[in-house]
């Protein structure tokens, strides 16, 4: 709960002498944030029990890749019909239903025993995970506009707390704990923390920002005319080049370190665990930065470190230079995905947050084939050095993007 409490730092820290709107938006942020962190933590703790449902399912290195591309394909298909239900019956409500089938689908896998079945359930999971993606961030969108502080980074941080927690207790229990009796416990811890969590967002509605009339909440918002679609797209194309840089170090930075430059497996295992963590830092420092240079120069910041960063990791002769690369890279990624999504949003609301999720999470999917076929073509190395030029791309985008603003709201 301390981490918790310094990731809502921002919120009023006593009741005492709060008015009940102060209390509401305070309340309306712990809940938010726990449901990112569920997020994180359910998505990493399926990840690490892949090479046992790979081997239960008795599934080839191909057939197992076809059945992962379940999730990405629920996901991606999920998105824009999700953030069309957000402006129906509010992204808080929606929220809770996608976190109740994400912990529901999440024990699915275990109970598989075909590469078949497990596709079909891994679409389902997929489904869940993009709607609670575009969910959350859509009622965080309201939050910021309404606390009037750039506060999404935090949220994000969350996200990737979970993901670490996650992950760690998975590698500490996989050898004592079958898959399935781990994605069920999975499955009863994220169906107590909704149980908990989602009250407050059902009896709380989406805050609208204190500009608006009260008659006028953020989820009410018009359809995207043509100039916010532009710019909508424009932001999630930011949001897919961070999110390629993402996908490509997962899958692939450990076998450059391994493969290129020689590093022991678990040095090697630790440049994507370097890269998680200068991520995290960044994102908790990520208010801080924003309220400091504004989302403009934190984007193109970002975005050229990153670039800087990644010529370092893929070009490094050394491990260690490498890896100081990967941990540069994280630090300069780790804000870009999380202003992208709040610009779209604050600029189209729930069908801002979807159309830059959904591109986002396409950049995540270009990424390790994109890296595969380059890395045919030309080397590992250079394939790597596609993400410093998207990473710089970002940057200029983001500059480009400087002058975009919400239009009014009615």
Known sequence: MPLLNKLSSAAPSRATGEDPAARSLSRLRTAVTLFFALDGFLFAGWVVRIPAI???????ASDLGLALLGVSAGAVATMTLTGRLCRRFGSHAVTVGAAVLLSLSIALPALTHSTLALGLV????GTAYGAINVAMNSAAVDLVAALRRPVMPAFHAAFSLGGMVGAGLGGL??????????LLG??????????????????????????????????????????????VT???VIALCTAYGEGALADWGALHLTQDLGAHPGVAAAGYALFALTMTAGRLSGTAMLERLGQTRTLVAGGATAAAGMLLGSLAPTVWA??????????????????AVDR???????AGVAAASTLGYGGMLLGPPAIGFLADWLSLPAALTSVALLSAAAAALGLRARNATAPARQ
């Open 186 to 231: 999975l499955s009863a811890a994220g169906l107590l923390l909704t149980a908990a969590a989602g009250p407050v967002l059902l009896r709380h509605p989406s805050p609208a920002p204190p500009s608006a009339p009260r008659s006028a909440p953020a989820t009410g918002r018009r359809r995207m005319d043509p100039r916010s679609r532009r710019l």
């Open 173 to 182: 229990v996989a050898s004592g704990l079958s898959p399935a009796a781990h």
């Open 322 to 339: 490498a890896l100081l690369g990967f941990a540069v890279t994280g630090l300069g990624l780790a804000n870009i995905f999380p202003v």
């Open 122 to 125: 891994l679409l389902v999971f």
């Open 54 to 60: 790979k081997q239960q399912t008795g599934s080839s």
């Open 234 to 236: 424009l932001f999630g």
């Open 344 to 350: 779209a949003g604050a600029l189209a609301g729930p």
